[in-house]
């Protein structure tokens, strides 16, 4: 089993939609959580991190845990056709200063 | 603002050529990446850096070979281009120790004909 999977969609929704993204993992070691966002032929780009468990919030944006169920999720409220991207979710694991990343969604927010 | 630079957008080389891809980071991090990306497969690490002149390999290291002779810049040696390497080229680099975020360059299209 693969430590972060990821739904890779695609994920098509109207504008101005809450959006849900999600990632499982398998190592329940000490670890940060991490969501990228790649817009097409660009580099990956940091959104935002989350310690092991608990919610952090970024403007629009919202990243929570469940340690529990080893569940991690991006919600994007109000969707903007600027959201549209390719989202990846990403682990790392205490000193390990590799990332373990899931294949990504693609996630179109039409107008 | 962090910055990650790689030395072309898009190439295009011959099977058989030996290419360079360049890498420069400007936020003094320790560790420095090489990843290949592909439809379907996401991002694979191709060789990494903890420090100047160390180096390991990553999930996919065959066929290519890396330098780090300055902290800043690390090179990515593909020593005997093949068509099966035709892909996105995505370099990152990141702090020793803390969280371990990441951050990308721009990414290089390397096609192989």
């Known amino acids: 089993q693969k430590e972060v999977e990821q739904d890779p969609g695609p994920l098509s929704v109207p504008e101005g939609a809450i959006v849900s993204l999600n990632c499982t993992y398998s190592?329940?070691?000490?670890?940060?959580f991490m969501w990228y966002r790649q817009y097409s032929r660009k580099g990956p780009e940091l959104l935002m991190y989350?310690?092991?468990?608990g919610n952090k919030e970024d403007g629009r944006f919202t990243a929570q845990v469940d340690k529990s169920s080893k569940y991690i999720s991006l919600f994007i409220r109000d969707s903007q056709p600027s959201d549209s991207a390719t989202y990846l979710c990403?682990?790392?694991?205490?000193?390990?200063?590799?990332?373990?990343f899931g294949k990504g969604t693609l996630l179109t927010v039409n107008p | 603002d962090v910055k990650v630079t790689q030395s072309s957008r898009y190439l295009v080389k011959r099977t058989g050529e030996k290419v360079f891809l360049e890498c420069v980071q400007d936020m003094d991090h320790e560790n420095m990446f090489w990843y290949r990306q592909d439809p379907g497969l996401g991002l694979r690490l191709i060789y990494f850096s903890y420090d100047v002149k160390m180096k390991e390999k990553g999930d996919i290291p065959e066929g290519y070979s890396v330098s780090r002779e300055k902290k800043e810049r690390f090179s990515l040696i593909l020593e005997s281009a093949s068509t099966n390497q035709t892909s996105m080229y995505l370099c990152?680099?990141?702090?020793?120790?803390?969280?371990?975020?990441?951050?990308f360059g721009p990414g290089t299209r390397l096609t192989v004909t």
């Open positions: 990152a680099s990141s702090l020793g120790g803390g969280v371990g975020e990441q951050y």
């Open positions: 989350t310690y092991s468990s």
């Open positions: 990403a682990r790392s694991g205490g000193s390990n200063y590799k990332l373990t």
């Open positions: 190592n329940s070691a000490f670890q940060y």
